[in-house]
Structure formats: C-alpha cells, structure tokens
C-alpha cells in the first residue's frame, strides 16, 4: 500500500464545532484529494490540490476548507460541523495528472451529532 | 457536469456464477477506471483503460471500455468470496483541458457471494 495516513481514524463531534482531518503521504506524490463516501452516492470529491499552496473545489465542496503548506500533508477543515457532514473521509494521492490511478487512505469515520 | 452512472446497485450471486457491473457516463470520458473497496476497507485501483474498444483481462476479471468512450463494464468469471466488495468505475475528464486527475465515480456496484 502506498504511504498514506489519515487522522484521525474516527472522530465523534458536536453540531457547530469546527474539526480538521490530516491527510500525510510519504510518496511525494504532487497530486491529493479529499472525497467524502455515503451510501448510495459512491465518492464524491470535495477539495483537491496540483502542489503546494495549489487547491480548488471539487463537486460537494461547500462547508468545507482545505490547505496545503506542504507536499506531504493535505487538511481538511469543516468550519462549524453539520449533521449532513457525517460521513467517512478518505484522502487519496496520485502521481500525475497524467491520468495515473489514485491511491488512498485508509479513511477517517465521522460523526456529527 | 460530468455525472457517472453505475449499475446494479447490489448483485447477489451464487459462488461459481457470473457477475457483470456497467458503467455509462454522460460525457466522453479520456480514461476510465476500476476499483475495489472491500467490506469496512479503502478503495484500491484495479485498472485504467484508455483506448476507445480497449478490452483488457485479470485473471477472472473482464474489463470493457466502449467504442465511443461513454460506457465500460467489468465483468468477473466464475465468482469467488474472495471477490466480495464494492466495484466501482471512475471516469476522468474529456479531451483537452486540464483535469489534474480528477475522477468522477460511479455510485458502485456491492458484490455479495454466497458459499
């Protein structure tokens, strides 16, 4: 498995409260990306970034922040959770925009109560 | 946008049968990929195809992309348990245009094989 942490594992918190997830690769690899997985909806991407300080919006993007100061760690920040956050979080890398197959994380379970 | 549909939703089979999961894409797609998320687990890519007509085989496992690069489908021989997962398909963005590898995945196709 590609060298992909995600933290935390699981995560419960409150309505309104703000909470960031760690995304850390050791492949520096150029490429991240944060999806989201409910049932039924498949993975749909939040935020991505092409490098450092390089992030754009994805298709379920509004709630949601991302920053990236260095190649090996992507956050993710929900500013004031909501109960439609919970969800489980996988971060995922790839090598290139090339079209090259995206490795991911072993993901985070949140819930928002 | 590009909107990825994947069906069925679930696929209950016998072991010993015949499974097959389609994919259809709203657009043309530039690639399009396979992945497996086992039960509790993180997806992991299984393939790429490329070519328009591309048929590309892994041990049991069939992997179609169609002629017009809309639609693909993975089709698996003689099932195991070991197969037991979601299945789902990710395209990448049409020609031209800078899409920074990002996939748009089907909904997935849940495999569940009975002994």
């Known amino acids: 498995d590609a060298g992909i942490t995600q933290s935390p594992r699981h995560k419960v918190t409150e309505t309104g409260t703000p909470v960031t997830l760690r995304c850390h690769q050791t492949?520096?690899?150029?490429?991240m990306y944060w999806y989201r997985q409910d049932p039924g909806h498949g993975l749909r991407l939040i935020h991505y970034?092409?490098?450092?300080?390089?992030?754009d919006k994805g298709e379920v993007s509004d709630g949601y922040s991302v920053s990236r100061s260095k190649t090996e760690d992507f956050l993710l920040t929900l500013e004031s959770a909501t109960s439609s956050q919970t969800s489980v979080y996988f971060c995922?890398?790839?090598?290139?925009?090339?079209?090259?197959?995206?490795?991911f994380g072993p993901g985070t379970r949140l819930t928002v109560t | 946008g590009q909107q990825v549909m994947q069906i069925p939703q679930y696929q209950h089979v016998q072991e010993g049968e015949d499974f097959t999961t389609y994919c259809n894409s709203s657009?043309?797609?530039?690639?399009i990929q396979w992945y497996k998320q086992r039960p509790g687990g993180h997806p992991v890519f299984l393939i790429q195809?490329?070519?328009?007509?591309e048929v590309k085989k892994q041990k049991r496992l069939t992997f179609q992309f169609g002629e017009a690069k809309k639609n693909s489908s993975l089709h698996i021989t003689a099932t195991q348990t070991t197969d037991v997962g979601t299945y789902f398909c990710?395209?990448?963005?049409?020609?031209?245009?800078?899409?920074?590898?990002?996939?748009?995945f089907g909904q997935g196709t849940i495999l569940t094989v009975h002994p």
């Open positions: 995922a890398i790839s090598r290139t925009r090339g079209d090259y197959e995206q490795y």
């Open positions: 492949e520096n690899h150029r490429y």
């Open positions: 970034s092409y490098g450092v300080k390089d992030t």
């Open positions: 657009t043309t797609l530039s690639n």
């Open positions: 195809l490329v070519k328009s007509g």
């Open positions: 990710a395209g990448s963005g049409g020609a031209g245009g800078t899409s920074y590898g990002k996939l748009t």
